[in-house]
């Protein structure tokens, strides 16, 4: 199979589903022809892009066992007719529980055949220096997993004629789903003396939920707890205040301290 064009469609608030993606689609060796990076809420507004007879990698981060609803909802408005698909999460090295089949699932119903599937693993969003989970991930060892996985694709491509003679990839997870849990509305973030307005946080923001006459105010209704402002914040000013995303970050670090690899998994 020759696929049209290959195209990268992700959300990822702190950049490490996107780092993936991206060296993925470095081993698959084919010019990337479009990269849309949903993460923006500007993105998302527009109206879902449609393919035919492509290859498209779509990726984001799972968050409680699950798709963001962002992102899932944003998925579920894509069209396509004889499109291949290459399905992504990226966990935080606790579980991605049923995220794969979620976005499989979202995928075929939006008439892809999915090719080739994977879970990789990123720094979680609430790790910093005192609670460290998955620190620096992906790392280099797990940058050369997503390329041979991009080759691995690559020789599945030039198996077969027909995307009609693939069976979809199988993936784990469970249907029903695992209930998404609500985490908020929370004041999770304090931000200390040291902000000095830069506003670099608000660009980072993907659902406009910091105050752009106040840096200091989080719209919490609206935060979806990606940490993305913290991490971007060039001064350390934005941190997890004490309560309860703090008290989880803690929980992580303690119980999911042992080194979780990459799963993929290629169709038949
Ligand atoms: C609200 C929220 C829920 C999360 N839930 C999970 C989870 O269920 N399992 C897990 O291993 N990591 C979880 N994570 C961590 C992210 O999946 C992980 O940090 C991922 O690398 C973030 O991707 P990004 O860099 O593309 O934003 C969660 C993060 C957030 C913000
Ligand atoms: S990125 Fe940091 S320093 Fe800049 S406005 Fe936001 S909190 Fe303040
Ligand atoms: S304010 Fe909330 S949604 Fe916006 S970047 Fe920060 S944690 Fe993410």
């Not at 498209?56 to 998925?75: E, N």
């Not at 399905?87 to 991605?96: D, P, T, W």
């Not at 695992?178 to 830069?198: A, M």
Request: charged share 25%.
């Amino acid at each position: 199979m020759n696929p049209e064009h290959t195209n990268l469609l992700y959300f990822s608030p702190t950049s490490t589903t996107q780092t993936i993606i991206k060296e993925i689609a470095k081993g698959i060796g084919k010019n990337v022809s479009s990269a849309l990076d949903i993460t923006k809420p500007e993105i998302r507004n527009l109206s879902a892009p449609e393919f035919v007879d492509d290859l498209v990698l779509i990726g984001a981060p799972v968050y409680g066992g699950r798709l963001p609803k962002d992102a899932a909802d944003y998925f579920k408005a894509i069209k396509t007719s004889g499109s291949l698909a290459v399905l992504i999460v990226v966990y935080g090295n606790r579980e991605f529980e049923d995220a794969l089949i979620e976005l499989k699932n979202i995928a075929m119903d939006c008439g892809f055949i999915p090719l080739a599937a994977a879970a990789f693993i990123g720094e979680h969003s609430f790790s910093n220096n005192e609670f460290s989970i998955a620190m620096n991930r992906p790392d280099k060892k797990d940058l050369e997993k997503a390329f041979a996985f991009g080759k691995q694709i690559k020789n599945l491509l030039g198996q077969f004629k027909n995307p009609a003679d693939l069976a979809p990839v199988d993936v784990p997870g469970n249907f029903p789903y695992k209930e998404g849990k609500q985490l908020g509305p929370l004041s999770f973030i304090d931000v200390t003396d040291d902000c000095d307005s830069c506003g670099i946080c608000i660009t980072a923001c993907p659902k406009n939920a910091i105050d752009e006459t106040d840096t200091y105010a989080t719209i919490e209704k609206d935060c979806i707890f990606c940490c993305a402002c913290i991490k971007a914040c060039p001064q350390q000013a934005r941190i997890i205040k004490t309560g309860p995303i703090k008290d989880k970050a803690k929980w992580l670090s303690e119980n999911y301290a042992l080194r979780k690899e990459p799963q993929t998994f290629l169709a038949g």
